[in-house]
């Protein structure tokens, strides 16, 4: 089977940085991603780590160390629209289900002025 | 923006009835998937598809069904509703193995 974990709610400054971690045991893996979901929206995807290391998208970067199957999501310069949810994900198929997705249970992030 | 619509938004209907969502999409894209997101839980893979007529169970399939007879559209089906079966529903498609692209979601109670 498969397990996430992921710390429930963060509360972080404007314009400070956060980082979120996410910790996996999973039966297969083949990379870990990230997605935002603001409240009532749709989840929309952040970034991808199949490989070890940090992956940065503008004010977000995302690093994945596979031996210790560990992953964070760092924002940086944080601003009032990333009060969010934010979920890890594992990518732990193969064969036709080789693109699923398992979830952690999502991380809340509120940020105070 | 991904092409992604789902019908109905909102749905509410009652116990033992039958209910089928639709997902419908522009993108063209060989996987859709159909998740349900409850407090505590994240999102959970119902079912998937990885082409037409090609679909397979996922994590929570008890109590669902599905079908794909063209590329475009993901219909999930609830084949007798009950309580424990409302939650807020959202199709994804994706085409490669790094991004997923979820529809709006449906809210779904069954009283």
């Known amino acids: 089977g498969q397990s996430l974990e992921q710390p429930s709610e963060v509360t972080a400054v404007e314009g400070a940085i956060v980082q979120i971690n996410c910790t996996y045991q999973?039966?297969?893996?083949?990379?870990l991603s990230w997605y935002q979901q603001h409240d009532g929206g749709a989840p929309t995807f952040l970034s991808y780590?199949?490989?070890?290391g940090l992956e940065e998208t503008g004010r977000f970067s995302s690093f994945l160390s596979r031996s210790d199957s560990y992953g964070y999501l760092l924002l940086q310069e944080l601003q009032m629209k990333d009060s969010a949810s934010y979920f890890c994900?594992?990518?732990?198929?193969?064969?036709?289900?080789?693109?699923?997705?398992?979830f952690g249970t999502g991380t809340r992030l509120t940020v105070i002025p | 923006d991904a092409g992604i619509t789902q019908s109905p938004r909102h749905k509410v209907t009652e116990t033992g009835t039958p209910v089928t969502l639709r997902c419908h999409q522009t993108?063209?894209?060989?996987?859709m998937y159909w998740y349900r997101q409850d407090p505590g839980h994240g999102l959970r893979l119902i079912h998937y598809?990885?082409?037409?007529?090609?679909?397979d169970k996922g994590e929570v399939s008890d109590g669902y069904s599905v079908s794909r007879s063209k590329t475009e559209d993901f219909l999930l089906t609830l084949e007798s509703a009950t309580s424990s079966q409302t939650s807020v529903y959202f199709c994804?498609?994706?085409?490669?193995?790094?991004?997923?692209?979820f529809g709006p979601g449906t809210r779904l109670t069954v009283l």
């Open positions: 999973t039966s297969g893996f083949y990379g």
């Open positions: 994900a594992v990518r732990v198929g193969e064969g036709t289900g080789a693109n699923n997705l398992f």
């Open positions: 993108e063209n894209h060989r996987y």
């Open positions: 780590n199949a490989l070890d």
């Open positions: 994804a498609i994706s085409e490669t193995v790094n991004e997923q692209f």
């Open positions: 598809s990885y082409g037409v007529k090609d679909t």
